[in-house]
């Protein structure tokens, strides 16, 4: 089943698809690993990302339920990505040699990218528990499903479009104030916290898009390039933090000024399209949005 909630269909039930649909892809990802372990730790921890998502949209009335099946899927992400975070540095700095200016820079990351390799291949000898972490992810999956049987939600359209309304309105005034604060400082978190709201938008854009195909295929696309834009940045903030915090890891000199000036960049470049993106992407007011999302899910529910 995709990722959406088809609105001629009885919610609640759509809503359980949905959940049940992603956590037991994520069980497949887990015990399978068709394309190795670390590559099933990506996609099942995309899958509790949707989860989490789908929960702040349509789960608004229901703090305890949303707030531990957040906590649950969370925490579970968390005890996965030790290894995964370390891989998604080399591939970061991947992404740096497509954009290198010069011999300096591409010698300097070269030499980077070995570096975090051996690092990453480091961090997997240590992890020797990693199995039973993916054991107990695997049994938290089957938990969050068992949970979706106490979950409550309207059956009615018009309670429903009222409480997508609700969820919708929320998560554009998220983005909105994420983007001004993002004018205002240029501290790492603020474009962090930019990507999260600009990752939920384009998830209820995705789960919605049955009530309106051609607008919110336009806006997924524009939502989908500020999260990959900001992405890139935010994986960039973190091997500039890598490197602060392990100053032995790549050496010091000419190399790292090489090194750090890609990366700065790089980032500020991202920064400014980020910016320009979701001046788009979050134009409208979450009251206006709100209420088309709600005469449409009602349009749609009940033609």
Not at 195 to 205: D, E, F, I, S, V
Request: net charge neutral.
């Amino acid at each position: 089943m995709p990722y959406r909630i088809r609105p001629g269909r009885p919610f609640g039930e759509e809503v359980a698809a949905v959940a049940s649909e992603q956590l037991n892809r994520a069980i497949a990802a887990l015990e399978e690993q068709p394309e190795g372990l670390h590559e099933a730790i990506h996609e099942a921890r995309k899958k509790f990302k949707r989860v989490r998502s789908l929960y702040r949209l349509v789960a608004l009335d229901q703090k305890t339920f949303r707030a531990a099946e957040n906590a649950r899927l969370r925490d579970t992400a968390r005890t996965l990505s030790v290894v995964r975070d370390a891989a998604a540095l080399i591939e970061t700095v991947i992404y740096l040699e497509n954009h290198a200016l010069n011999d300096e820079e591409k010698s300097a990351l070269s030499h980077a990218r070995a570096a975090l390799t051996e690092r990453r291949d480091a961090l997997a000898l240590a992890e020797t528990d990693l199995s039973d972490k993916v054991a107990a992810a695997i049994s938290a999956c089957h938990d969050a499903s068992a949970a979706l049987e106490s979950a409550s939600f309207p059956s009615s359209p018009r309670k429903a479009a009222k409480m997508l309304a609700k969820g919708w309105r929320k998560g554009l005034g998220r983005g909105r104030a994420a983007l001004d604060d993002c004018h205002h400082s240029v501290h790492e978190e603020v474009f962090h916290e930019l990507r999260k709201a600009g990752q939920a938008y384009w998830m209820n854009l995705s789960l919605l898009r049955g009530i309106w195909p051609s607008a919110m295929h336009a806006k997924r696309a524009e939502a989908k390039a500020l999260v990959d834009t900001l992405g890139h940045e935010h994986d960039l903030a973190l091997l500039a933090d890598l490197l602060d915090r392990e100053t032995g890891l790549i050496g010091g000199g000419e190399e790292f000024s090489h090194l750090l000036g890609a990366i700065i960049r790089q980032q500020q470049e991202l920064r400014r399209n980020a910016l320009a993106l979701a001046e788009r992407v979050f134009a409208d007011t979450p009251e206006r949005e709100g209420m088309i999302i709600e005469a449409l899910w009602i349009a749609a529910a009940t033609e």
